[in-house]
């Protein structure tokens, strides 16, 4: 364990129910404690923290203990869980996979004190059972997707997705297979408007070494991105870092060999004209930012792109970035001030944050302004908005939320203003809705008066008609009997 990590222990102590047979919950933790103690001299009791399920099961994770324990792992505050037994955790194989990777991605330890993964216990050759299995698995994915993208780097095609400022893609014939399946190939091709951008952000950058001076030469001359959005330091940065503009030159070469990075073309290949294509470069992960890889585990190959900066240009910017890191504005993680990320500029809309000053008020506060972003990255060019005093303007508001309370008040007056207006347009809606329903009942007899009439109507016409069919019958019957009478 880590004598020089911050972070804390975590001991995690399961039982099914009390039995009165095997260790105690008590008796687990008091065992795991010595044994933190024993290997770790400097450590006292409140970088010791417990979690404890009684009556849970262990036929799998999903314990409200042990989550919060894990809860507490992903937000990186422990470096070492601790248990009594390999199956006070779980019993369940797959989750022993599962709880491995995700301790070895937070770079948590962890210890069975009883098991200590000895090949002799059931339980132990388990754990190395699944170790094993877990690792040769990462490692077949990995070697699998390094072979792609070898079979890429042959071609030093583009791979598809939102294409670098400056490029656009473009297909061009023949195919890649990758994983026994044919792809389309493509390539980038230069934009030439946008390739100017590059070069002035390169040009800037290595003149001013400064994120921020090259940010507000493209704010205060309008150049956008192809986006018609204005650059962010972030996106300025990520221009700046990707490989792609670089020129496939000897001093290309040379960075990537003296790196160690694996250089999937011939050095006669590095004609200085093309680009440079790189593989295997960032980490992606569901629902999280892709992180950037070392460089040594990049995949280096020539593209089919003509590059824009050249190799000892692309370098030099790389180190003055890597030495400006530390200088890098960061935003502080606690502030005073109230209205801090909820207050944007009236002139332009944009966020307005706080500055802070080394000065102080008669009531001893730090003094502190609200100024627009936007002003500041231009230099007062795209907006001339005055700086608000955080001081005053955090305490109105403060004292505004104080007489939210009070029955007098603006809001509580502003709140049945629109309760009554509420109340007053109901009362004129059920009116009209009254109405509708009255007319509606209305119409509904009317139909039925002219229903009736209807059929009233029908019935006289049958009758009116059966009656004039009955007629000649009638007729025929008194000539019959005249005819007898004579």
Same mark, same amino acid.
Request: charged share 30%.
């Given at each position: 364990?880590?004598?020089?990590?911050?972070?804390?222990?975590?001991?995690?102590?399961?039982?099914?129910?009390?039995?009165?047979?095997?260790?105690?919950?008590?008796?687990?933790?008091?065992?795991?404690?010595?044994?933190?103690?024993?290997?770790?001299?400097?450590?006292?009791?409140?970088?010791?923290?417990?979690?404890?399920?009684?009556?849970?099961?262990?036929?799998?994770?999903?314990?409200?203990?042990?989550?919060?324990?894990?809860?507490?792992?992903?937000?990186?505050?422990?470096?070492?869980?601790?248990?009594?037994?390999?199956?006070?955790?779980?019993?369940?194989?797959?989750?022993?996979?599962?709880?491995?990777?995700?301790?070895?991605?937070?770079?948590?330890?962890?210890?069975?004190?009883?098991?200590?993964?000895?090949?002799?216990?059931?339980?132990?050759?388990?754990?190395?059972?699944?170790?094993?299995?877990?690792?040769?698995?990462?490692?077949?994915?990995?070697?699998?997707?390094?072979?792609?993208?070898?079979?890429?780097?042959?071609?030093?095609?583009?791979?598809?997705? =939102?294409?670098?400022? /400056?490029?656009?893609?473009?297909? +061009?014939? #023949?195919?890649?297979? &990758?994983?026994?399946? @044919?792809?389309? !190939?493509?390539?980038?091709?230069?934009?030439?408007?946008?390739?100017?951008?590059?070069?002035?952000?390169?040009?800037?950058?290595?003149?001013?070494?400064?994120?921020?001076?090259?940010?507000?030469?493209?704010?205060?001359?309008?150049?956008?991105?192809k986006n018609r959005k204005y650059f962010t330091r972030f996106s300025i940065r990520s221009i700046l870092q990707n490989p792609v503009y670089m020129?496939?030159?000897?001093?290309?070469?040379?960075?990537?060999?003296?790196?160690?990075?694996?250089?999937?073309?011939?050095?006669?290949?590095?004609?200085?004209?093309?680009?440079?294509?790189?593989?295997?470069?960032?980490?992606?992960?569901?629902?999280?930012?892709?992180?950037?890889?070392?460089?040594?585990?990049? =995949?280096?190959?020539? /593209?089919?792109?003509?590059?824009? +900066?050249? #190799?000892?240009?692309? &370098?030099?910017?790389? @180190?003055?970035? !890597?030495?400006?890191?530390?200088?890098?504005?960061?935003?502080?993680?606690?502030?005073?001030?109230?209205?801090?990320?909820?207050?944007?500029?009236?002139?332009?809309?944009?966020?307005?944050?706080?500055?802070?000053?080394?000065?102080?008020?008669?009531?001893?506060?730090?003094?502190?302004?609200?100024?627009?972003?936007?002003?500041?990255?231009?230099?007062?060019?795209?907006?001339?908005?005055?700086?608000?005093?955080?001081?005053?303007?955090?305490?109105?508001?403060?004292?505004?939320?104080?007489?939210?309370?009070?029955?007098?008040?603006?809001?509580?007056?502003?709140?049945?203003s629109v309760q009554r207006k509420l109340e007053g347009n109901r009362e004129e809606y059920d009116q009209q809705l009254n109405a509708l329903k009255?007319?509606?009942?209305?119409?509904?007899?009317?139909?039925?008066?002219?229903?009736?009439?209807?059929?009233?109507?029908?019935?006289?016409?049958?009758?009116?008609?059966?009656?004039?069919?009955?007629?000649?019958?009638?007729?025929?019957?008194?000539?019959?009997?005249?005819?007898?009478?004579?």
């Open positions: 364990m880590k004598g020089q990590d911050n972070r804390k222990f975590a001991i995690y102590s399961r039982k099914s129910k009390f039995t009165g047979k095997g260790e105690s919950i008590e008796n687990q933790i008091d065992l795991c404690r010595q044994h933190i103690k024993l290997h770790n001299t400097n450590v006292i009791e409140r970088d010791i923290l417990i979690f404890e399920d009684e009556g849970f099961s262990g036929g799998n994770i999903n314990c409200p203990q042990f989550q919060a324990m894990m809860k507490q792992v992903r937000e990186n505050q422990i470096q070492a869980v601790i248990c009594y037994r390999l199956d006070r955790i779980s019993r369940n194989v797959g989750d022993f996979a599962k709880l491995k990777d995700e301790f070895d991605y937070y770079n948590v330890e962890f210890t069975s004190i009883r098991d200590d993964f000895d090949t002799a216990s059931p339980s132990g050759r388990a754990m190395m059972m699944v170790s094993v299995f877990a690792q040769l698995e990462r490692e077949t994915t990995a070697e699998r997707i390094r072979d792609n993208m070898h079979e890429l780097a042959k071609s030093g095609r583009w791979l598809g997705g =939102i294409t670098p400022t /400056g490029y656009k893609s473009m297909q +061009i014939t #023949g195919s890649v297979t &990758v994983d026994g399946k @044919e792809r389309k !190939s493509y390539k980038l091709e230069l934009i030439n408007q946008e390739a100017e951008i590059v070069k002035i952000i390169f040009s800037k950058f290595l003149e001013t070494n400064s994120l921020t001076k090259t940010d507000t030469y493209l704010l205060q001359n309008n150049i956008t991105t020129i496939a030159d000897q001093n290309a070469w040379e960075y990537f060999v003296s790196l160690g990075v694996e250089i999937y073309s011939e050095e006669s290949e590095f004609d200085g004209k093309h680009g440079i294509m790189a593989y295997n470069k960032t980490i992606q992960k569901s629902g999280k930012s892709n992180q950037m890889r070392d460089m040594d585990e990049w =995949i280096v190959a020539v /593209g089919k792109h003509k590059g824009l +900066i050249a #190799g000892a240009d692309w &370098v030099k910017v790389q @180190e003055l970035l !890597s030495q400006n890191r530390s200088k890098s504005y960061r935003k502080p993680k606690s502030n005073v001030a109230l209205l801090s990320g909820l207050l944007y500029c009236g002139n332009c809309g944009s966020f307005m944050r706080p500055k802070l000053s080394q000065r102080t008020n008669a009531q001893g506060e730090k003094i502190y302004s609200y100024l627009c972003e936007t002003k500041e990255r231009s230099r007062c060019k795209l907006c001339n908005s005055k700086n608000r005093n955080g001081n005053e303007l955090d305490k109105m508001i403060c004292e505004q939320i104080k007489l939210i309370s009070d029955d007098s008040s603006d809001f509580i007056r502003n709140l049945e009255r007319n509606c009942r209305r119409t509904n007899s009317k139909l039925s008066i002219w229903w009736i009439s209807l059929q009233r109507r029908r019935t006289h016409r049958h009758l009116i008609i059966s009656l004039s069919r009955l007629t000649p019958s009638i007729r025929k019957t008194r000539k019959s009997r005249t005819g007898l009478v004579n």
